[in-house]
């Protein structure tokens, strides 16, 4: 089994910082990927920033440079900065790992943690 625990997360102001951090667990066979998601009410879930087999990131249009995605392999975990936050960032934040189990990718979603933009 595979667990991803997330932390951070909150309420914060517009202009604001908030961070990030998912830990996943158990039996980690080779990564393809790990990443963010968001999801705000009655909207679908999108991508905010994912690493990618390579070595790369690729970021959701609207992040605009203000996030910055990060992964420290060692831990199996992945951080989310993100700075200049606006009240359209408001929704539920998803992590995502992705990985070979056998010759099959399968994906693996964290509990979501809410993050408020709100003055």
């Known amino acids: 089994q595979v667990q991803l625990v997330q932390s951070g997360g909150g309420l914060v102001q517009p202009g604001g910082s908030l961070r990030l951090s998912c830990a996943a667990s158990?039996?980690?066979?080779?990564?393809?990927?790990m990443g963010w998601y968001r999801q705000a009410p009655g909207k679908e879930r999108v991508l905010v920033a994912t690493?990618?087999?390579?070595?790369?990131?690729i970021y959701g249009d609207f992040v605009k440079g203000r996030f910055t995605i990060a992964r420290e392999n060692a831990k199996n975990t992945v951080y989310l900065q993100m700075n200049r936050l606006e009240p359209e960032d408001t929704a539920v934040y998803y992590c995502?790992?992705?990985?070979?189990?056998?010759?099959?990718?399968?994906?693996?979603w964290g509990q979501g943690t809410q993050v408020t933009v709100s003055s």
């Open positions: 995502k790992l992705r990985m070979y189990v056998g010759i099959t990718p399968r994906d693996y």
């Open positions: 158990g039996t980690i066979f080779s990564i393809i990927a």
């Open positions: 690493t990618t087999s390579g070595g790369g990131t």
